[in-house]
């Protein structure tokens, strides 16, 4: 900055901006028409939490998937809805509606009377949730906890469509339930439906929640306990559709009792093949006749084959762009029969959805032989581990095989040929390149010893845990890195083979030389860490509380990534968590009064259990969480992603707690938490968790470090008894929204200070209206809000102006827990669109003001047509996205300066003759066809020449752009062109540098290769394409407004000086123009700007 006649620069003039304020109100266009959001009640406040009778199971079926279908439909209003939709589905299906039960006299469905039209809706119900949750969970980040999750999620529906589909109605019982129950008349049977590899494979997947590990194998006994007669016989069993894709057994002789019940033509001869085609046709609805009849045999057929795919059916979505997110209406099953080939005509099912995607099934194991030696057991695994990453996500990350292929430096390189581990001699004869050492982490004798654990798989769990809490430190170190948080997560996690109630095989030689028979004999009814619990719970629990112990005497007050501490701290919390969610759980069913003990923790020693649980709890609450909250303290932390790391983890801490434990500390950590996290983080669809993955063994999982499915579903879980606190205290309640304000504006920590404690607090309510519940609003907006009247129509006002008043526009300040969203003066907090935090005139303010932040929350300003409109929160910067202008300028009057009248050569004057000297030979060949303008002024005497001329653009389509305005800046002496596009950006039009015919005495290096050139005599080296042209595109503007001084600053980005100051000063400095035009230069530093 200096003042007049320091220097001379005569091209500035283009960043002028006179008038510029009217300019933009005239071309920023209309506002925006505001989008109607419709609330969408997740948790209502009048439905119990677990389905009490028929009615509340089917109305809370109802209300949650109209929920979802609304959340999913508004998807780009409301972030994270398809996690919100997947949470509260897997919700309704495993927690809402009770699992049945063998005892008909004890089984929730069965035990009360049911009429067949309420069969038939909670049936219908059932399905739709099925693809609501298929379509949801398809859109959300992927890993290997939600495959386990999913898998048992759609389970618990087959269990319960199956306990459904069995009832005899009172009112008008369906023959496909009297035949499928075996309660019809007549010589008949019952069936059922088979597991499938839900036995074995869903084995291999981890499972985080006690809750859903106890229901998979309770689903398990269930199935096997509808297919399994008393003498040992079997059952017929239908929708084998992972088995076979043409029915066969229990599918014909179904379909030929309904066909004789209902009076349908059946083939004659009844030969097999006429009788596969006959079901083929009616099982798929080729042949409507049953499905007209029974439209609940079509309902339990989609469930179960939702089932079936989840477990063993191959990738059920096909390839999209990331982020997309699909709808319930994709996941619907579409059904028909072709021919198994031109040469078999034996019909089977073709069953399409999400675009027509073809849902196969692929069941590796099913390709093994059945004697399971150890040959063949690695076949199996060789035919998963080559296949897809989906594929691969179902082999244990506890297996040794799989760790020493996924996590040896030698099969990370390449493609070496994998070896199978399966005893303490095959990791003796692994070369130090085949052993893991996971990126360095553990010493190849600590790798060998860590991996001989898993050839024990019943003993695993007291081994490994003390292998990290005794002895080395450096043991306890490697546990920051991914890798083996995956593989000790598996070895705790993974819920390992179900032994059955019927299973009573003894051990009758030592060793047990059969694989199959070994592995049965060391399955378990309720998964290896409740065996472990029930057997030894003070041994695993005193080296978990050591591990974590030791792992937060490392805490150096903050987290880096760097660090070895965070890291391992974070994962030493989350072990921790989820060791006692299961000890908590088992000590629940173990002391509910009046009910018998869980078949696995038939001897497990209360006591134990509730002191080492205790013990855990208190180390969390005592050490852990204040630690927490000390790294997030806004005053030291302005790390945007460690406090979304941290603020998970809270999260997570409070995991556990039950109704009769919560406090205001922690259901204002629940909720400030969320809120944080909604507005600040962006979760990715890309899955985090495949061991295989090891590009950078030696690193911590990215991101939050925990699964998408976790937190929604602690959200999920903990709204309904969050919401009911509130209401009971009120006060706690209050304190908890002024602490969701103060996070999520950046204004204060969550706790309250002595100050903020002594000034009155204002009295926070949920909008009074069933469809607002959970969205709480203070005492200083409208008193109408709280008692409903708001909602009474106006004078004048249509069906959709009400419907944006009383959904929107009425509320000022809210909190809506349903969705964990803060909304400040009608505008929601929300991320700043991911292009524009990777456009190329924001990473300096990304990288300087934002500390090279992955994300950054922002709130609507106001939208307009032309352009939209953001202010950084917390951070004193607006970011002005403008839509490409596709005005023709070429067709505009004063788009070429209406002072540039006289025509380049022909009104030149005597002393001007200079211009053409330079220029006029080299004009053809530098911008052809082009005809240049030129002031009036007499420029005989001028240092340099200004001229404008039109280009025209290469013909593109549609395109209205016909031409590019070119500027030429001619010099005396010596002489020198330089020729510049002028740009539209943000509604003005500045110059870029394109060409200059000498790069020596240009101000600024023009791109491109230099070339040796003559002008005006001057042999020098030209640079540079001068017949470029510019095609419409988006424009940003930031501006920032520091402080009452400085006034709002404009950002001018530095292709807009390239040629009008020396190269040096424009990559030194960064430049902002202030209100009064000056522009000042900021000298460019690592330093945050102030």
Known sequence: RTDGGAAAHPFFGRLRRDNYEEVVKALMGDPRPDPILIPAVLTDEN???????????????????????????????????????????????????????????????????????????????????????????????????????????????????????????????????????????????????????????????????????????????????????????????????????????????????????????????????????????????????????????EYFRDIVFHFKHAVSGATSTPDVEDGYIWLPTDATLHWSVKSISDENKTLQYHVTAFRGHLQEFVDPAAAVQKDKTQQNAFASFLSMFSKSKVARSKLSCADPTNIVNSCGEKFIKGKAKPVSVKNEDDILHLTNEELPTFGGVLTPADSERFLQFFTVPYLRIPLILDFFANGDPGRLVALKTKSLQLIVDAALFEPGLWKPSDYFEQVTEIPVVDEEKLQNLLSTPLGTLFNEIAKSPDVMTSCVIKILERAVDMDVGRYTEAASSGPLILYATRLAVRVEGFLKFALKKCTAPGQPRPRGLEFMENWKVEKSMKDLRKTLDERVIPMLEYWIDPIRCKNVDASNLVHAHLIYLFKNYTYEEFDYRSISVLLTSQVYLSINHRFSNKAYDDLADSSDPSKPPPSIQIAQSEIFDIIQGKRYHILQYMKNNPEDADAAMEAVVRIATGTGPRALTDRQKQMKQRRWKSIGHPTCYGRFVPDTEDEKLRDGSYRKPKAGENFEKWM??????????????????????????????????????????????????????????????????????????????????????????????????????????????????????????????????????????????????????????????????????????????????????????????????????????????????????????????????????????????????????????????????????????IFWQSEDDNIIGYEISNKIEN
């Open 47 to 297: 439905m119990p939490d677990v389905a009490t009778d028929y009615h509340t199971a089917a109305s809370s079926l109802l209300r949650i998937c109209h929920a979802c279908s609304l959340l999913l439909q508004q998807r780009r209003l409301v972030k994270n809805a398809p996690a919100f939709v997947a949470s509260a589905a897997q919700y309704a299906l495993t927690v809402t509606l009770p699992m049945p039960h063998l005892d008909t006299n004890v089984c929730f469905w069965r035990k009360s009377p049911m009429r067949r039209e309420t069969q038939t809706n909670l049936l219908f119900l059932i399905r739709r949730m099925c693809r609501i949750y298929s379509a949801a969970t398809s859109s959300v980040q992927q890993s290997r906890g939600l495959v386990g999750i999913r898998t048992t999620a759609f389970a618990c529906a087959a269990c319960v469509a199956d306990a459904i589909a069995r009832v005899k109605c009172i009112d008008d019982p369906s023959p496909f339930s009297l035949h499928y129950s075996g309660l019809n008349e007549g010589p008949t049977r019952p069936f059922g439906f088979e597991s499938g590899s839900f036995e074995k494979l869903a084995a291999n997947l981890p499972i985080y929640d006690p809750q859903l590990t106890s229901l998979r194998f309770q689903c398990l006994d269930y199935m096997r306990g509808m297919t399994i007669k008393d003498d040992g016989t079997w059952n017929p069993t239908i929708f084998n559709f992972d088995t076979s894709l043409t029915p066969y057994g229990g599918d014909l002789e179904l379909i030929n009792h309904l066909s004789i019940e209902l009076a349908l033509p059946r083939p004659h001869p009844m030969t097999e093949n006429a009788m596969v085609t006959h079901a083929a046709r009616l099982i798929s609805g080729s042949n409507g006749a049953i499905m007209e009849i029974l439209p609940e045999f």
């Open 804 to 1069: 944006l008043r009383v959904t929107t526009k009425e509320v000022g300040i809210e909190v809506n827990v349903q969705i964990s969203e803060f909304t400040l003066q009608n505008h929601k907090m929300m991320l700043l669109d991911p292009t524009i935090m990777k456009h190329k005139d924001f990473q300096h303010t990304r990288e300087t003001v934002l500390a090279d932040a992955t994300d950054v929350a922002c709130a609507e300003v106001v939208h307009t047509t032309n352009r939209y409109h953001w202010r950084l929160v917390g951070q004193r910067y607006d970011v002005m996205s403008w839509a490409p202008d596709k005005r023709n300028y070429h067709d505009i009057k004063g788009a070429l300066n209406r002072d540039y009248t006289r025509k380049f050569p022909t009104s030149l004057r005597p002393g001007e003759t200079w211009i053409a000297e330079v220029l006029l030979e080299k004009l053809p060949l530098i911008l052809p066809e082009v005809t240049l303008f030129m002031s009036a002024n007499d420029m005989s005497n001028m240092p340099y020449a200004h001229l404008m001329g039109w280009i025209q653009n290469p013909s593109k389509g549609d395109s209205n752009f016909t031409h590019t305005l070119k500027e030429v800046m001619v010099s005396h002496n010596p002489p020198v062109i330089t020729v510049f596009n002028v740009k539209e950006y943000g509604r003005r039009h500045l110059r870029t540098l394109e060409y200059t015919s000498n790069m020596s005495l240009c101000l600024h290096e023009v791109s491109g290769e230099p070339y040796p050139d003559r002008v005006g005599g001057v042999l020098a080296m030209s640079g540079g394409i001068p017949m470029t042209t510019v095609t419409p595109e988006p424009s940003l503007i930031i501006t920032r407004a520091l402080n009452s001084e400085m006034g709002t600053q404009t950002h001018i980005p530095s292709r807009f000086l390239a040629g009008l100051i020396p190269a040096c000063l424009v990559e030194k400095y």
